[in-house]
């Protein structure tokens, strides 16, 4: 069946990093888009980055995290990642990967990011 698994959450001082992965199994991952997306405590989930699943087309930024994270995929390894680097406080949220292709949408079940010192 299909799976998303986020790992590598955790507790960051400000001004630290992470490296968030996504391991996907169960479709073609490689024929995805990928994306991440985050949700603070009430407030909406909002798109982080997304990576296409063509090399042709650029990656996309949330206004908030350009210039500080970078979204890549390992099509090998079927996995998406997220590089998390000057973290602010209000990076802190659950953090969930996302696979879409057409009508297909699968998503993980979150990682919990706390920025705090």
């Known amino acids: 069946q299909v799976q998303l698994v986020e790992s590598g959450g955790g507790l960051v001082q400000p001004g630290g990093s992470l490296r968030l992965s996504c391991a996907a199994s169960?479709?073609?991952?490689?024929?995805?888009?990928m994306s991440w997306y985050r949700q603070a405590p009430g407030k909406e989930r909002e798109l982080v980055a997304t990576?296409?699943?063509?090399?042709?087309?650029?990656?996309n930024y949330a206004d908030s995290v350009k210039g500080r994270f970078t979204i890549s995929r390992d099509n090998a390894k079927n996995t998406v990642y997220l590089r998390m680097n000057s973290l602010k406080p209000e990076d802190t949220a659950v953090y969930y990967c996302?696979?879409?292709?057409?009508?297909?949408?699968?998503w993980g079940q979150g990682t919990q990011i706390t920025v705090s010192s």
């Open positions: 169960g479709f073609t991952f490689s024929s995805y888009a």
């Open positions: 996302r696979a879409t292709m057409y009508k297909y949408d699968y």
């Open positions: 990576i296409p699943s063509f090399a042709i087309i650029s990656t």
